[in-house]
């Protein structure tokens, strides 16, 4: 079974703040991604990464960035969190030729 | 550029009752379709894909969609709701299987199973 896990279930940090979300996932897979979700807007894409060091923008990268050292690790960055990023953060996995993505359980953050 | 429409945020429906949840995609590609699960503090699961041959997909749990590209429909649908089925649904359409396919998530449907 693949596993995909996120560091932290809730997580709750003041306006300003450096924010760090990791995502490892066990089965050797090059293709990792971040989303957040949002109710009645889905999953938005902020990052992926096809391999090591290697990251491209999706569609909402603005105030986030992105750390992947190690193929089994995902970092999402928040380099100074503020209220409008209050969300729920999803991270998924997948391997190339396969389109199917295998999710984590997901971080609720707030930011207040 | 695709896009994937939803319709729907909340669908109830009484238990043993047909569940059917509506998903519209454009795609300017053959598309890649999936419906994805996410019951309470989870994650997404996925429940069923299509990319190419039948259009009639069967998935976990007794759900099934078809592919109807005439209608650019995908609709997922469960003969008998069961109150286990309580959860938020979301259809998805991607436009391949390459590294640099991306996969573009609708806003959701919320199931609710009446007793």
């Known amino acids: 079974d693949v596993k995909v896990t996120q560091s932290s279930r809730y997580l709750v940090k003041r306006t300003g703040e450096k924010v760090f979300l990791e995502c490892v996932q066990d089965?050797?897979?090059?293709?990792m991604f971040w989303y957040r979700q949002d109710p009645g807007l889905g999953l938005r894409l902020i990052y992926f990464?096809?391999?090591?060091?290697?990251?491209e923008k999706g569609d909402i990268p603005e105030g986030y960035s992105v750390s992947r050292e190690k193929k089994e690790r995902f970092s999402l960055i928040l380099e100074s969190a503020s209220t409008n990023q209050t969300s729920m953060y999803l991270c998924?996995?997948?391997?190339?030729?396969?389109?199917?993505?295998?999710f984590g359980p997901g971080t609720r953050l707030t930011v207040t | 550029a695709q896009s994937v429409t939803q319709l729907g945020s909340h669908v109830s429906v009484s238990e043993g009752a047909l569940v059917l949840l509506r998903c519209n995609y454009s795609?300017?590609?053959?598309?890649?379709l999936f419906w994805y699960v996410q019951y309470p503090n989870q994650g997404l699961q996925l429940l069923l894909k299509?990319?190419?041959?039948?259009?009639l997909v069967k998935g976990i749990n007794g759900f099934e969609a078809e592919f109807k590209k005439s209608e650019t429909s995908f609709h997922l649908t469960k003969p008998s709701a069961h109150m286990s089925d309580a959860a938020e649904y979301f259809c998805?359409?991607?436009?391949?299987?390459?590294?640099?396919?991306?996969?573009?998530f609708g806003s959701g449907t919320r199931l609710s199973i009446r007793p």
């Open positions: 998924a996995s997948s391997i190339p030729g396969n389109v199917e993505q295998y």
């Open positions: 089965m050797d897979h090059e293709n």
């Open positions: 990464s096809y391999d090591v060091k290697m990251k």
């Open positions: 795609s300017s590609v053959p598309p890649y």
């Open positions: 299509y990319t190419t041959g039948a259009t």
């Open positions: 998805a359409v991607s436009d391949g299987d390459s590294s640099a396919s991306k996969i573009i």
